[in-house]
């Protein structure tokens, strides 16, 4: 059967691949360690709004009033339906709200001085403003501070300073305001179907609860592998998938795309397609191992990734084409799941051919190590 077969040399370029890849692996932690990752709003933390247009909504004047407003990171895609819009943004909107009234205030003569809960004789209120150089009545006649904008509104006075007790919250006032500069932008009505905020606690969280997700991965495979094969194929496997996990997260960190949970995601789902396809590959090795006991180890693994190419490249292909298409027809929320898991792909081949079976050559596999033990005692136990 090996007569038959025309076997590809992979490991006679095994030096050169190597140092492509650790050349690719070198960039990929210098672009990380200058850029970072740009985190997404999963983990920066920040405001996610969900709205309802009565008309298709035009996305690039939605995008240019964020844009107008200056505010973080904006996002707006459409989700659902072309009436559907989530907007995105790093920014808290009770932060921004606070901005908007102090420059009503500045604007007036007074200075905005703090934001506080209110206490219990104000039950049912949401903020309570300190204001400095204003009296109650001088914000009245103003009209700094509408009722139609804050609801209940009721004034105190606190040393020489004002106390405004405001009914509904700064982050509501100014998501109304911005709806309805919104409205006046796009000319179509707008219906706040929902409005989430992201803190950075729990930013940090999810972060530190997705790095100990790929760490347990790592290390469970590395247990699996050094089980059902043998140490030396574990260590193959996990450099494989770092390879992988640092080249995609270098590419995130060059270009400065969003990384959010989509991504992690993606990568955990990465590791599991990768260390599939490197099982595959190793199982092969094993056996040829076995039956071709007297050939060199490198023509062995050559013979067993030349048996295999086919079904790594026909298995990488098919779901190459769905991540394309998930791409492409997918929108904007599954964008980074689909960018991470096509680069993933493309680079978790070429480690499964490259750098498992590389790693492991390199690392001196030979058929004594995959032979089956003999038992103890094994010589006694036929008897004449």
Known sequence: MSQELKVINFMGVRKLTSAISIAMVIASILSIAIFGLKGGLDFTGGTQLELLFDRPAELSKVRSLLEEKQLESPVAVLFGSDQQVMIRTQDEMKVKGRELIAEKITAAGGVLEA??????????????????????????????????????????KRDDKTLVALENSLD????????????????????????????????????????????????????YVAVQFQWKFSVGAIVALCHDVIITLGVFSFFQWDFDLTVLAALLALIGYSINDTIVIYDRIRE?????RKMDALDVINISLTQTLGRSVMTSMTVFIVLVCLFVFGGELLRGFSTALIIGIVVGTYSSIYIAANITAALGIGKEDLMPKEKEGAEFDETP
């Open 115 to 156: 934001v506080e809960r209110p206490g219990r004789e104000y039950e049912g209120f949401s903020d309570a403003l300190v204001i400095a150089g204003l009296s109650a009545e001088a914000l009245q006649q103003a009209a700094v501070i509408s009722e139609a904008d804050f609801g209940r509104v009721q004034y105190a």
């Open 172 to 223: 509501s006032v100014y998501v109304k305001a911005l709806l309805a500069d919104m409205e006046a932008a796009t000319g179509a009505k707008i219906q706040l179907r929902s409005s989430e905020f992201v803190g950075p606690q729990i930013g940090d969280e999810l972060r530190d609860q997705g790095g100990l997700g790929l760490l347990t991965a790592f290390i469970l495979v590395f247990l």
């Open 288 to 292: 040829n191992f076995r039956v071709l």
